[in-house]
Protein backbone atom coordinates (compact mmCIF):
# COMPACT_ATOMS: atom_id res chain seq x y z
CA UNK A 1 0.00 0.00 0.00
CA UNK A 2 1.23 3.35 -0.92
CA UNK A 3 1.11 6.15 1.70
CA UNK A 4 0.36 9.60 0.63
CA UNK A 5 2.09 13.00 1.71
CA UNK A 6 -0.35 13.41 4.15
CA UNK A 7 -0.55 10.17 5.07
CA UNK A 8 3.53 9.59 5.87
CA UNK A 9 3.49 13.32 7.73
CA UNK A 10 0.85 12.08 10.11
CA UNK A 11 2.57 9.08 10.64
CA UNK A 12 6.12 11.10 11.21
CA UNK A 13 4.37 13.34 13.15
CA UNK A 14 5.89 16.23 10.92
CA UNK A 15 4.25 18.91 9.29
CA UNK A 16 3.52 18.19 5.70
CA UNK A 17 6.14 21.16 4.15
CA UNK A 18 8.87 19.57 6.14
CA UNK A 19 8.43 16.62 4.66
CA UNK A 20 7.89 17.98 0.68
CA UNK A 21 11.60 19.55 1.98
CA UNK A 22 12.83 16.36 2.28
CA UNK A 23 15.26 15.44 -1.08
CA UNK A 24 15.05 12.28 -1.68
CA UNK A 25 17.85 10.78 -3.95
CA UNK A 26 16.57 7.90 -6.34
CA UNK A 27 19.76 6.07 -6.64
CA UNK A 28 19.96 5.44 -2.80
CA UNK A 29 18.02 2.29 -1.41
CA UNK A 30 16.32 3.05 0.83
CA UNK A 31 12.34 1.89 2.54
CA UNK A 32 9.53 3.65 1.73
CA UNK A 33 9.63 5.43 5.24
CA UNK A 34 11.28 5.87 8.40
CA UNK A 35 8.49 4.32 10.21
CA UNK A 36 8.68 1.49 8.18
CA UNK A 37 12.75 1.25 9.96
CA UNK A 38 11.30 1.41 13.55
CA UNK A 39 8.97 -1.20 12.52
CA UNK A 40 11.60 -3.46 10.85
CA UNK A 41 13.65 -2.91 14.38
CA UNK A 42 11.22 -3.23 16.48
CA UNK A 43 9.95 -6.57 15.41
CA UNK A 44 14.43 -7.38 14.53
CA UNK A 45 15.08 -7.01 18.45
CA UNK A 46 11.38 -7.87 19.86
CA UNK A 47 10.81 -4.40 21.08
CA UNK A 48 7.45 -2.68 20.86
CA UNK A 49 7.21 0.66 18.42
CA UNK A 50 6.53 2.30 22.03
CA UNK A 51 9.79 1.30 23.34
CA UNK A 52 11.71 2.15 20.66
CA UNK A 53 10.44 5.71 20.87
CA UNK A 54 10.46 5.74 24.31
CA UNK A 55 12.84 7.33 26.99
CA UNK A 56 13.66 3.99 28.82
CA UNK A 57 17.66 3.58 29.00
CA UNK A 58 18.09 -0.36 29.36
CA UNK A 59 20.94 -1.27 26.79
CA UNK A 60 18.09 -4.16 25.88
CA UNK A 61 16.08 -1.12 24.04
CA UNK A 62 18.84 1.68 23.34
CA UNK A 63 21.32 -0.23 21.44
CA UNK A 64 18.22 -1.10 18.91
CA UNK A 65 17.21 2.30 19.30
CA UNK A 66 20.41 3.36 18.13
CA UNK A 67 20.20 0.84 15.29
CA UNK A 68 17.43 2.61 14.28
CA UNK A 69 18.65 6.00 14.12
CA UNK A 70 21.79 4.70 12.17
CA UNK A 71 19.65 3.12 9.57
CA UNK A 72 17.38 5.89 9.10
CA UNK A 73 20.47 8.51 8.35
CA UNK A 74 22.08 5.76 6.01
CA UNK A 75 18.56 4.42 4.11
CA UNK A 76 17.18 8.00 3.67
CA UNK A 77 17.66 11.44 2.83
CA UNK A 78 15.72 12.92 6.30
CA UNK A 79 17.38 15.40 8.17
CA UNK A 80 18.73 14.45 11.67
CA UNK A 81 15.91 16.47 13.02
CA UNK A 82 13.40 15.20 10.90
CA UNK A 83 14.69 11.62 12.12
CA UNK A 84 14.71 12.64 15.70
CA UNK A 85 10.86 13.82 15.63
CA UNK A 86 9.91 10.27 14.25
CA UNK A 87 11.87 8.73 17.83
CA UNK A 88 10.94 11.44 20.18
CA UNK A 89 14.69 12.42 20.52
CA UNK A 90 16.71 15.61 20.28
CA UNK A 91 18.98 16.30 16.71
CA UNK A 92 22.03 15.95 19.26
CA UNK A 93 21.16 12.11 20.11
CA UNK A 94 20.45 11.00 16.89
CA UNK A 95 24.01 12.25 16.42
CA UNK A 96 25.56 10.62 19.08
CA UNK A 97 23.47 7.53 18.37
CA UNK A 98 24.92 7.60 14.95
CA UNK A 99 28.35 7.88 16.06
CA UNK A 100 28.01 5.04 18.80
CA UNK A 101 26.86 2.67 15.78
CA UNK A 102 29.74 3.56 13.60
CA UNK A 103 31.98 3.38 16.47
CA UNK A 104 31.34 -0.46 17.30
CA UNK A 105 32.42 -1.08 13.59
CA UNK A 106 35.96 -0.01 14.38
CA UNK A 107 36.19 -1.64 17.77
CA UNK A 108 36.95 -5.20 18.25
CA UNK A 109 34.91 -5.91 21.40
CA UNK A 110 33.18 -9.00 20.77
CA UNK A 111 29.35 -7.53 22.32
CA UNK A 112 29.84 -4.55 20.55
CA UNK A 113 31.23 -6.56 16.97
CA UNK A 114 27.70 -8.34 17.30
CA UNK A 115 25.76 -5.69 17.42
CA UNK A 116 27.07 -3.83 14.27
CA UNK A 117 26.90 -7.38 12.27
CA UNK A 118 23.15 -6.84 13.75
CA UNK A 119 22.60 -3.35 11.94
CA UNK A 120 24.71 -4.07 8.88
CA UNK A 121 22.06 -7.21 8.03
CA UNK A 122 19.48 -5.13 8.66
CA UNK A 123 21.11 -2.59 6.16
CA UNK A 124 21.19 -5.58 3.62
CA UNK A 125 17.79 -6.71 4.20
CA UNK A 126 16.19 -3.08 3.17
CA UNK A 127 18.73 -3.10 0.23
CA UNK A 128 17.54 -6.11 -0.64
CA UNK A 129 13.81 -5.20 -0.60
CA UNK A 130 14.45 -2.66 -2.53
CA UNK A 131 15.90 -4.65 -5.35
CA UNK A 132 13.49 -6.80 -5.92
Request: charged share 25%.
Amino acid sequence: MLMTQSDLAYALNINIQDLKQIKWDVSMPRPANLVQIQARVAKRFNLTLTEIVGGQRSRRITRPRMIGYWLSSKLTTASLPQIGRIYNKDHTTIMYGIKVVESWRKHSIENEAQWYEAAESLLKEFSQQDAT
